[in-house]
C-alpha cells in the first residue's frame, strides 16, 4: 500500500489515478461468478468477531478471529504484512507487531507484543532475526523514535530467539526509508533488498537521485554490522517522477525475482544477489497505474503482478471501474521473456465507502495447479485459479460488510500456511480462514517451516 506519508511525487499518482479511473472506458466483465452457494456465517472460533459475521463462498469458513489489543489497537494502528516460523505468526502493524501461537489455528494466542510506531511496519522473519520495515521519516533509529526531527528512516532488526521477549538490535538508514523488503539467504548472510518510493527533493531521508533498490547486508551472526552494500541503478535511462520499486518476490532457488516499479513490472536475474540484472522490463500503459507486486507460480514459469489503483485507499471494484484496473495480471514466462495472457479481478461489487483493489497474496501450495489467495481491503479474501493464464477464476471468497466507520479497513494481506489462510485485517484484527475443497486439500499435505511471502520456495 501506498501510505499515508507524505511522498509528494507518490501523492501526485494517486490524484492522477483518480481521474484516470473516472474517465476509463465502459464497464468491463469480470471473472465468472465464485463457485459455491453464498452463505451467512458467524463462526468465530477463539475471539467475536467484531463484524458481526461475514458473507462466504460455500467452501469456506471463518475459523478464528483475534481482535487488535492495547498497546497496537490505537486510531491509527493498522494491521499490515505478516510472517511466519514454525507455531508462530508474526503480524505488522502501524504500532509495531504481534507474535501469535497458532500452534492450534482455531484458537491463536498472543505470545508478545512490541511498541514500536511507524509506517508500515511491513516484516519477515530468517533464523532469530525479525525485520521491519520503516518508510516514515523518524526523530532516530530506535522504537522510542518519534514523528518529529524526521531524520531517520529504514530498517529494523530484532531478535526473537526469546518469543515471549523480543529484544531490538539494531537499524540500517535507508534512502526514502523501507516501504517493503524482500530477503534473498546466502549461508550466514541475509540479503535484504529494500523498495521505497521517491526521491523527495526537499526531504533530509529521501533526496535525488533515487534508486529501484538499495541492498542491504546482514550477517546473521552479527546483525548489529548490517549495511547497505549496494545502490543498483537497474534503470539507467528511466525518466520518471517516481523511483524506485514498491515490492520485489525473489525467487533465490531460481536465481529470480520479479519487481513491482509503480510503473513497470520487471524480471531479474538474482545469481549475484548484490548486482541484480534486468532481464525484461514490461509495461501496461493502458491498464496498470501503481505496478505494487509479484508472484511466481511454483516451477517459476508465470508471474502474477498487481496494480494497486488508488494506492488502496479507492473504491475500484465497481461497475465504474474496468475489470483489468485494480487488478492482476497473468504473464507466461516463455523463451525467458514475459507475456501477457490474462487478467483477474473479483466480481463482487464493493460499496462506494469500501476501499478495494487487489493486493498482498501467496500460492495455495497444490502440485500441478497454480492457485492463489489474496487480500482485497474490503474486498476480503478471494482465492483463485490461474492454472489456465488466459481465464483466471475466483474459487473461493470470504468478506465482511462494510466498515462502520470511513476510512480505510479490509484484508492488507492473506496467506496461505500449513492448512490455513491466514488474513490480516488492518482493523479486525488476525483472522484463520478454513477452505474445504477438492481443488484445494492437497495443499493441506504439504508442510512448511517458515514462510516470508516475497521470498518463496518451492513446494
Same mark, same amino acid.
Given at each position: 500500500?501506498?501510505?499515508?506519508?507524505?511522498?509528494? =511525487?507518490?501523492?501526485?499518482?494517486?490524484?492522477?489515478?483518480?481521474?484516470?479511473? =473516472?474517465?476509463?472506458?465502459?464497464? %468491463?466483465?469480470?471473472?465468472?461468478?465464485?463457485?459455491?452457494?453464498?452463505?451467512?456465517?458467524?463462526?468465530?472460533?477463539?475471539?467475536?468477531?467484531?463484524?458481526?459475521?461475514?458473507?462466504?463462498?460455500?467452501?469456506?469458513?471463518?475459523?478464528?478471529?483475534?481482535?487488535?489489543?492495547?498497546?497496537?489497537?490505537?486510531?491509527?494502528?493498522?494491521?499490515?504484512?505478516?510472517?511466519?516460523?514454525?507455531?508462530?505468526?508474526?503480524?505488522?502493524?502501524?504500532?509495531?507487531?504481534?507474535?501469535?501461537?497458532?500452534?492450534?489455528?482455531?484458537?491463536?494466542?498472543?505470545?508478545?507484543?512490541?511498541?514500536?510506531?511507524?509506517?508500515?511496519?511491513?516484516?519477515?522473519?530468517?533464523?532469530? @532475526? @525479525?525485520? @521491519?520495515?520503516?518508510?516514515?521519516?523518524?526523530?532516530?533509529?530506535?522504537?522510542?523514535?518519534?514523528?518529529?526531527?524526521?531524520?531517520?528512516?529504514?530498517?529494523?532488526?530484532?531478535?526473537?530467539?526469546?518469543?515471549?521477549?523480543?529484544?531490538?538490535?539494531?537499524?540500517?538508514?535507508?534512502?526514502?526509508?523501507?516501504?517493503?523488503?524482500?530477503?534473498?539467504?546466502?549461508?550466514?548472510?541475509?540479503?535484504?533488498?529494500?523498495?521505497?518510493?521517491?526521491?523527495?527533493?526537499?526531504?533530509?531521508?529521501?533526496?535525488?537521485?533515487?534508486?529501484?533498490?538499495?541492498?542491504?547486508?546482514?550477517?546473521?551472526?552479527?546483525?548489529?554490522?548490517?549495511?547497505?552494500?549496494?545502490?543498483?541503478?537497474?534503470?539507467?535511462?528511466?525518466?520518471?517522477?517516481?523511483?524506485?520499486?514498491?515490492?520485489?518476490?525473489?525467487?533465490?532457488?531460481?536465481?529470480?525475482? =520479479?519487481?513491482?516499479?509503480?510503473?513497470?513490472?520487471?524480471?531479474?536475474?538474482?545469481?549475484?544477489?548484490?548486482?541484480?540484472?534486468?532481464?525484461?522490463?514490461?509495461?501496461?500503459?493502458?491498464?496498470?497505474?501503481?505496478?505494487?507486486?509479484?508472484?511466481?507460480?511454483?516451477?517459476?514459469?508465470?508471474?502474477?503482478?498487481?496494480?494497486?489503483?488508488?494506492?488502496?485507499?479507492?473504491?475500484?471494484?465497481?461497475?465504474?471501474?474496468?475489470?483489468?484496473?485494480? =487488478?492482476?495480471?497473468?504473464?507466461?514466462?516463455?523463451?525467458?521473456?514475459?507475456?501477457?495472457?490474462?487478467?483477474?479481478?473479483?466480481?463482487?461489487?464493493?460499496?462506494?465507502?469500501?476501499?478495494?483493489?487487489?493486493?498482498?497474496?501467496?500460492?495455495?501450495?497444490?502440485?500441478?495447479?497454480?492457485?492463489?489467495?489474496?487480500?482485497?481491503?474490503?474486498?476480503?479474501?478471494?482465492?483463485?485459479?490461474?492454472?489456465?493464464? %488466459?481465464?483466471?477464476?475466483?474459487?473461493?471468497?470470504?468478506?465482511?460488510?462494510?466498515?462502520?466507520?470511513?476510512?480505510?479497513?479490509?484484508?492488507?494481506?492473506?496467506?496461505?500456511?500449513?492448512?490455513?489462510?491466514?488474513?490480516?485485517?488492518?482493523?479486525?484484527?488476525?483472522?484463520?480462514?478454513?477452505?474445504?475443497?477438492?481443488?484445494?486439500?492437497? %495443499?493441506?499435505?504439504?508442510?512448511?517451516?517458515?514462510?516470508?511471502?516475497?521470498?518463496?520456495?518451492?513446494?
Amino acid at each position: 500500500m501506498i501510505s499515508a506519508k507524505v511522498r509528494g =511525487a507518490v501523492l501526485c499518482a494517486v490524484f492522477l489515478l483518480v481521474s484516470a479511473c =473516472a474517465g476509463g472506458p465502459g464497464t %468491463a466483465t469480470s471473472s465468472p461468478p465464485p463457485a459455491g452457494t453464498p452463505r451467512e456465517t458467524t463462526t468465530t472460533g477463539s475471539g467475536a468477531s467484531p463484524s458481526g459475521g461475514a458473507m462466504t463462498s460455500g467452501n469456506v469458513k471463518l475459523v478464528a478471529n483475534v481482535p487488535r489489543t492495547a498497546p497496537l489497537d490505537g486510531e491509527a494502528d493498522w494491521n499490515t504484512d505478516l510472517a511466519f516460523q514454525g507455531d508462530y505468526a508474526f503480524v505488522g502493524n502501524f504500532g509495531g507487531f504481534t507474535i501469535f501461537d497458532i500452534s492450534d489455528p482455531a484458537k491463536p494466542k498472543i505470545v508478545s507484543q512490541v511498541s514500536c510506531p511507524a509506517q508500515q511496519n511491513d516484516v519477515t522473519v530468517h533464523g532469530d @532475526l @525479525l525485520i @521491519l520495515s520503516i518508510d516514515e521519516p523518524r526523530s532516530g533509529e530506535t522504537c522510542a523514535s518519534t514523528g518529529e526531527q524526521r531524520r531517520w528512516e529504514g530498517l529494523r532488526i530484532f531478535d526473537i530467539s526469546d518469543k515471549k521477549s523480543p529484544k531490538y538490535v539494531s537499524a540500517v538508514r535507508t534512502d526514502c526509508g523501507s516501504h517493503t523488503h524482500t530477503m534473498v539467504p546466502k549461508g550466514d548472510t541475509l540479503y535484504v533488498y529494500v523498495s521505497s518510493p521517491g526521491p523527495e527533493p526537499e526531504s533530509e531521508t529521501c533526496p535525488p537521485p533515487h534508486q529501484v533498490i538499495q541492498v542491504v547486508e546482514i550477517p546473521t551472526k552479527n546483525p548489529k554490522s548490517a549495511k547497505v552494500v549496494s545502490k543498483p541503478d537497474i534503470f539507467p535511462k528511466r525518466q520518471e517522477s517516481i523511483g524506485g520499486c514498491h515490492d520485489v518476490t525473489a525467487y533465490p532457488e531460481k536465481d529470480l525475482a =520479479a519487481a513491482a516499479c509503480f510503473g513497470d513490472g520487471v524480471l531479474l536475474d538474482i545469481s549475484d544477489p548484490v548486482k541484480p540484472k534486468v532481464l525484461q522490463q514490461v509495461r501496461d500503459e493502458e491498464n496498470f497505474q501503481i505496478w505494487h507486486s509479484a508472484t511466481f507460480n511454483n516451477d517459476a514459469t508465470k508471474v502474477v503482478f498487481s496494480d494497486e489503483l488508488g494506492g488502496g485507499g479507492m473504491a475500484t471494484c465497481n461497475r465504474r471501474t474496468p475489470a483489468t484496473k485494480g =487488478a492482476n495480471a497473468v504473464y507466461d514466462i516463455v523463451d525467458g521473456k514475459l507475456q501477457r495472457r490474462g487478467y483477474f479481478k473479483i466480481s463482487r461489487e464493493q460499496g462506494e465507502n469500501e476501499n478495494c483493489v487487489a493486493h498482498n497474496g501467496s500460492l495455495l501450495p497444490v502440485p500441478g495447479k497454480d492457485i492463489m489467495v489474496q487480500a482485497w481491503y474490503q474486498g476480503g479474501v478471494s482465492i483463485w485459479d490461474f492454472t489456465d493464464s %488466459a481465464a483466471p477464476k475466483e474459487i473461493g471468497y470470504f468478506e465482511r460488510g462494510p466498515f462502520e466507520r470511513d476510512g480505510i479497513a479490509g484484508s492488507w494481506s492473506a496467506y496461505y500456511y500449513n492448512g490455513y489462510i491466514y488474513s490480516s485485517d488492518i482493523q479486525m484484527g488476525l483472522d484463520v480462514i478454513a477452505i474445504d475443497d477438492p481443488l484445494t486439500d492437497p %495443499a493441506k499435505k504439504v508442510k512448511m517451516d517458515d514462510f516470508n511471502v516475497q521470498t518463496q520456495k518451492s513446494y
